[in-house]
């Protein structure tokens, strides 16, 4: 079975059974399920976070140990580079400040999804006149 992020969240375990002396009894078990993932995504390019079940999400830059608020269900977006539709929080044209960890939090304050988003270091494309030194290959 494959986990998805959508998956994250509180599940409740009941069981019944009956007793030597033929009483039914119950047992309740609770389990959260937090799912941990890490991405990476192209500086200009968006990244698409699922947050259909959450109440807020908090970014915690590479270079901070302080966690701040990026999206709370009751105020939506907190910026015009954010859209939030379909249980999805889009940030549109990815920067190198919004590499860091994301947790998206139920509305218990439980985490659901922690996802360490790094800037992809793809291929560079140089023109002739940019290129160190002047060099070309």
């Given at each position: 079975?494959?986990?998805?992020?959508?998956d994250?969240?509180?599940?409740i375990?009941?069981?019944?059974?009956?007793?030597?002396?033929s009483v039914?009894?119950?047992?309740?078990?609770?389990?959260?399920?937090?799912?941990?993932?890490?991405?990476?995504?192209?500086?200009?390019?968006?990244?698409?976070?699922?947050?259909?079940?959450?109440?807020?999400?908090?970014?915690q830059?590479?270079?901070s140990?302080?966690?701040?608020?990026?999206?709370?269900?009751?105020?939506?977006?907190?910026?015009?580079?954010?859209?939030?539709?379909?249980?999805?929080?889009?940030?549109?044209?990815?920067?190198?400040?919004?590499?860091?960890?994301y947790?998206v939090?139920?509305?218990?304050?439980?985490?659901?999804i922690?996802?360490?988003?790094?800037?992809?270091?793809?291929?560079?494309?140089?023109?002739?006149?940019?290129k160190?030194?002047?060099?070309?290959?």
């Amino acid at each position: 079975m494959d986990l998805k992020l959508s998956d994250a969240g509180k599940y409740i375990l009941r069981i019944y059974y009956k007793t030597t002396q033929s009483v039914l009894e119950q047992q309740i078990r609770t389990y959260q399920l937090h799912i941990h993932d890490e991405i990476s995504v192209k500086i200009s390019e968006e990244l698409k976070l699922d947050v259909p079940n959450a109440d807020k999400v908090e970014h915690q830059p590479k270079s901070s140990t302080e966690w701040s608020e990026v999206w709370k269900r009751s105020s939506r977006v907190q910026c015009n580079r954010m859209t939030d539709t379909d249980g999805n929080l889009i940030i549109k044209v990815f920067t190198a400040s919004d590499a860091g960890t994301y947790r998206v939090l139920d509305f218990e304050r439980n985490i659901l999804i922690t996802v360490t988003v790094t800037e992809s270091k793809g291929k560079l494309n140089y023109m002739a006149d940019d290129k160190p030194n002047g060099t070309v290959k």
